[in-house]
C-alpha cells in the first residue's frame, strides 16, 4: 500500500489480515480476557529512540563532577543546559521541552533501562519491546498484548506504526498497520471506476474464510475512515510548527488521526540515528541537531493537540543509553541505562526529573555504563494502569509485576 497510485493489492490486504487476525501468545501463555477498563482509555504515542540515546547528553548530571571527569572532550558545559532541578540540566539543543517539564506536562525517568545486560541493538530492541527479560522470543509483543486484552475502542483499526514494517512491540496485535504515510494510505486509480472496485473488494473478503475475512474487511474499514480524514490539509493547531523530515511528518498525521476521533489506541513514531559512537556533537553537532528535532517534533505534537492532549500519553525510551565514559572517537560505546520521558497534558504528573542516582565514579558503573535502577516495565506498566486500564497488566508484561513511580494520574 505504498504507492498512492494504485489500488492496494491483495497481497497488502492480506499483510493487514496478518496483524488484524487472532492473536498468537507465547506457548504456555494463557490468554486474558478482554476488558474494556473503568474509563476511557488514552492514545498511546510511543516514540523509540533507535540507536540508543545518549542521555547523559541530554538530561545532563552537571552537579556530579565525575561526569566531566570522565568525557574531559564530550561533556556538555553547564552554561549550555537549562536547569531542571539544582542537579540536572537540560541540553539547551532541546530547549522546547523545558517549557514543558516546567508545566508539569513532562516528566524525566534517569537511570532507566531493561535488565537484560545484552549491549546488542538488535537483541535489546526485541526484548524491550516484547518486555521479556529472561528468555528467547515469545511472538509478540507487550503493546499488542494490551490490545489484545481490551477492547476496540473505535469500528476499524487500533494501532498503526508511521513506518513500512510493524514494530515488534506491536506485532501479533489485532488491527494493527504499518503505514509510513498516511496522507497515501488511500484507494487509487480512476475515480470513475473506485466504487465498483471497492465493492468488489469487498464482496470478495466478505465471501472468504479467517483470517481472511477479517483481515480484509478491517482493511477496508480503515481505508474508508482514512479517506474522510484531510492529513494534508490541515492546518496545525496551537501554533504548532513541525519540525521538517519524516519525524515531524509522523507526528502530524498522528495528532491528525487522533483529533479526528477515530479512535485509534496506539501510535508509534521512531527516530534514528542515536549511535554516537564518533563525533558526538552534543552541544553544536550530529546529537545537538536530532535532540533539536526531537524536541521540536514533542512540542509541536503537544501544541497541536490542544485539549486531545489529556487523552494522550506519550512514551519516549531508547533501547539502552551510553558508556559513561567517551571513547577515543568523540563519542561514546554501548551503555546500560538512560533516559525516558513520558508526556501529555493534565494527566502526566510531570516537572520532576525521577532516578536512582549512585554516581558516575567508575566504582559505581556497570562495566562503564550508567547501571539500570529502574525498570521501563516499571514505566509502561504505570501507564498500562492508570492511563490505558490493562486488566491484567502481568500478562502483557510477561510476568512483570511493576512498582509505579508516580508519573501519571
Avoid at 545486560?117 to 509483543?141: D, K, Y
Avoid at 474499514?221 to 496545525?236: E, H, K, Q, Y
Wanted: one cysteine or more; aromatic letters at 6%; hydrophobic letters at 40%.
Amino acid at each position: 500500500m505504498k504507492d498512492a497510485g494504485a489500488l492496494p493489492t491483495r497481497r497488502d490486504v492480506l499483510r493487514f489480515g496478518a496483524c488484524a487476525g487472532a492473536v498468537t501468545l507465547a506457548s504456555g501463555a494463557r490468554a486474558v480476557a478482554r476488558a474494556t477498563g473503568p474509563g476511557p482509555r488514552d492514545t498511546l504515542v510511543v516514540v523509540f529512540l533507535r540507536g540508543g540515546l545518549d542521555g547523559l547528553s541530554l538530561v545532563v548530571p552537571y552537579a556530579d563532577g565525575d561526569y566531566y571527569a570522565q568525557r574531559p572532550a564530550t561533556a556538555v558545559p553547564q552554561a549550555d543546559t537549562i536547569d531542571l532541578d539544582g542537579f540536572f540540566g537540560l541540553n539547551r539543543a532541546a530547549a522546547p521541552l523545558h517549557p514543558l517539564f516546567s508545566s508539569g506536562r513532562l516528566a524525566f525517568v534517569h537511570t532507566c533501562g531493561f535488565p537484560h545486560p545484552t549491549r546488542s541493538h538488535f537483541e535489546a530492541m526485541r526484548r524491550i519491546e516484547e518486555a521479556e527479560a529472561s528468555g528467547g522470543p515469545v511472538g509478540s509483543g507487550w503493546l499488542a498484548r494490551h490490545l489484545d486484552a481490551t477492547s476496540p475502542v473505535g469500528s476499524s483499526g487500533r494501532a498503526i506504526a508511521v513506518d513500512r514494517t510493524l514494530p515488534t512491540s506491536l506485532q501479533g496485535g489485532p488491527a494493527t498497520l504499518p503505514i509510513p504515510r498516511m496522507d497515501e494510505f488511500r484507494y487509487g486509480g480512476p475515480v470513475a471506476t473506485r466504487a465498483a472496485r471497492v465493492a468488489r473488494l469487498d464482496a470478495m473478503y466478505r465471501a472468504a474464510s479467517e483470517p481472511d475475512r477479517g483481515g480484509g474487511l478491517t482493511a477496508q474499514a480503515l481505508l474508508a475512515t482514512f479517506a474522510s480524514i484531510d492529513f494534508a490539509g490541515r492546518v496545525p493547531a496551537g501554533g504548532a510548527v513541525y519540525p521538517p523530515g519524516t519525524f515531524g511528518a509522523g507526528l502530524y498525521e498522528a495528532a491528525t488521526l487522533i483529533k479526528s476521533g477515530v479512535g485509534m489506541e496506539a501510535i508509534e513514531v521512531d527516530l534514528g540515528g542515536w549511535d554516537d559512537h564518533s563525533h558526538t556533537g552534543p552541544v553544536s553537532g550530529d546529537f545537538a541537531v536530532r535532540s533539536a528535532e526531537l524536541a521540536d517534533g514533542l512540542a509541536a505534537f503537544l501544541a497541536d493537540l490542544e485539549g486531545d492532549a489529556d487523552r494522550t500519553t506519550v512514551l519516549v525510551h531508547s533501547e539502552f543509553g551510553r558508556r559513561v565514559d567517551e571513547n577515543g572517537s568523540g563519542g561514546s560505546d554501548h551503555g546500560r541505562a538512560g533516559v525516558a520521558m513520558v508526556l501529555g497534558g493534565t494527566q502526566v504528573l510531570g516537572g520532576v526529573v525521577h532516578r536512582q542516582w549512585t554516581g558516575l565514579a567508575t566504582p559505581q558503573l556497570d562495566d562503564g555504563a550508567l547501571p539500570v535502577h529502574i525498570d521501563l516495565r516499571d514505566v509502561i506498566g504505570e501507564i498500562l494502569v492508570d492511563r490505558l486500564h490493562t486488566p491484567d497488566v502481568a500478562s502483557v508484561l510477561r510476568g512483570h509485576v511493576p512498582t509505579p513511580l508516580g508519573l501519571v494520574q
